[in-house]
């Protein structure tokens, strides 16, 4: 165990450097709320779709729809007891009420009973000044999939509006710290949820730290750390089967997975010949290949979309700013030159954008820069944000927040102030941490 300890204290010190750990945090519940929103954000009513036949399906779907399109501070959401009326077809819509109201689209539908446990679930979404029919759909889903339709709808409507993606039907993964007395009793879940933090199950339990989860392009796989053995290893995880592979042991540090964009490769920190640096290990040969070769820290590495860049941490130059190369190492530039502390690069799927721990004013904060002009722009509150990952789409940000209000996550939009905290069932003193969506 002392070996153990001695990995996990170097890990530490490697994870406190370039923002893979944020500053300590009391425990508390994982809650999620919204904060804000967008100026010019589409006003939008969803109208509780409504029971037919005698049908109870136990899940509110426009409660579900509202809440997934207000995170991403795009739309703003009527308050449900500011609805004058709730029609369910569009013949029985009032528009001129609707635009009074100030809202230019309004979903609306019914749920109807088809077989045991099993619904029918019809949906249009309506021009206020068009008076019209832009979208319409039926679905037919076992009551326990009534939220994945509420999702699947989230992200018709997201994407009739906006004509951007939405991302409401994807996985989050997260590790969960179960509390226990100090060091002692603590328990450590790898967790799969929906994109709202609902509906999450335990695919891996531990008495030894996990960290770091990753998926894997096609969603099928998560790459993590874990120190099940006595030190810092890389594993992937079969999410349906559970089965596993150890994909790094080597001496030293093993950490921070990154699944490059053709799933065959994954880029990894390790500190087998001496100082961490960043390598590419093909997930199916084992092959192990060095991409940085420097005294200094290089870790948490994070892929561009086409896979020509290998973005990264690094204290080369001092304090921990990020860098990039090419993955046959060729190439290494800095990326971040504003603020003294720039860590955790995560890119999104346009490669535009890349999200990072940003610290200003000794604060720590989520940030999105520009890769093209540079322009950094804070989308979290502080003080102590970190851990972020794209949503598929890459309009959101999901992360970590600390400080004393404890560990739990939340998401930022990228195009302005909306920050919603996510809502998961979790026991009391359980921390969330280390996102990726």
């Known amino acids: 165990m002392a070996r153990a300890n001695r990995f996990r204290s170097t890990l530490a010190a490697l994870a406190a450097l370039p923002g893979l750990a944020g500053p300590a945090a009391a425990d508390q519940d994982v809650v999620i709320d919204i904060i804000g929103g967008v100026e010019g954000a589409t006003p939008i009513a969803i109208v509780p779709f409504q029971p037919q036949d005698g049908a109870a399906p136990g899940t509110d779907i426009a409660d579900i729809i509202s809440a997934d399109l207000a995170r991403t501070g795009r739309f703003e959401v009527l308050p449900e007891e500011d609805l004058v009326e709730t029609p369910s077809r569009m013949a029985d819509v009032d528009f001129a009420t609707w635009r009074a109201l100030g809202v230019d689209y309004l979903a609306l539908g019914e749920v109807s009973p088809a077989g045991e446990a099993r619904y029918e679930v019809r949906y249009e979404l309506l021009n206020a000044y068009q008076e019209g029919r832009t979208d319409g759909h039926r679905y037919r889903a076992a009551a326990q999939d009534l939220r994945t339709v509420a999702h699947t709808l989230s992200d018709r409507i997201y994407e009739q509006i906006t004509g951007r993606s939405g991302a409401f039907t994807q996985k989050i993964a997260y590790i969960a710290v179960d509390k226990g007395e100090g060091e002692q009793g603590r328990q450590y879940r790898l967790v799969v949820a929906d994109a709202d933090g609902h509906r999450s199950q335990t695919i891996l339990t531990s008495e030894e730290p996990l960290l770091s989860p990753a998926w894997s392009p096609d969603r099928e796989r998560l790459a993590y750390v874990s120190f099940?053995?006595?030190?810092?290893?890389?594993?992937?995880?079969?999410?349906?089967?559970g089965e596993r592979e150890r994909v790094a042991a080597f001496r030293g540090i093993n950490s921070a997975p990154a699944w490059s964009p053709d799933g065959?490769?994954?880029?990894?920190?390790l500190s087998r010949d001496g100082a961490a640096n960043i390598h590419l290990i093909d997930v199916a040969s084992g092959d192990v290949h060095p991409v940085t070769r420097h005294w200094a820290i290089d870790t948490a590495a994070a892929w561009g979309p086409d896979g020509d860049w290998l973005y990264f941490t690094s204290d080369r130059g001092g304090p921990p700013q990020i860098y990039r190369t090419h993955p046959d190492g060729q190439q290494t530039e800095?990326?971040?030159y504003e603020g003294s502390y720039n860590a955790r690069p995560s890119i999104g799927p346009s490669g535009e954008r890349m999200a990072m721990v940003h610290r200003q004013d000794g604060a720590y904060y989520i940030a999105v820069q520009d890769l093209e002009t540079e322009t950094v722009r804070v989308i979290s509150d502080g003080p102590a944000d970190e851990s972020p990952s794209f949503a598929p789409n890459g309009d959101m940000v999901l992360y970590t927040v600390g400080g004393e209000a404890g560990e739990r996550l939340a998401t930022a939009s990228v195009i302005g102030n909306a920050i919603a905290p996510l809502r998961a069932t979790e026991q009391e003193g359980t921390r969330l941490r280390e996102p990726d969506w």
Request: hydrophobic share 35%; no cysteine.
């Open 228 to 241: 099940e053995g006595g030190s810092s290893e890389v594993f992937v995880q079969d999410v349906h089967t």
């Open 334 to 336: 800095r990326v971040t």
């Open 264 to 269: 065959e490769r994954l880029a990894v920190t």
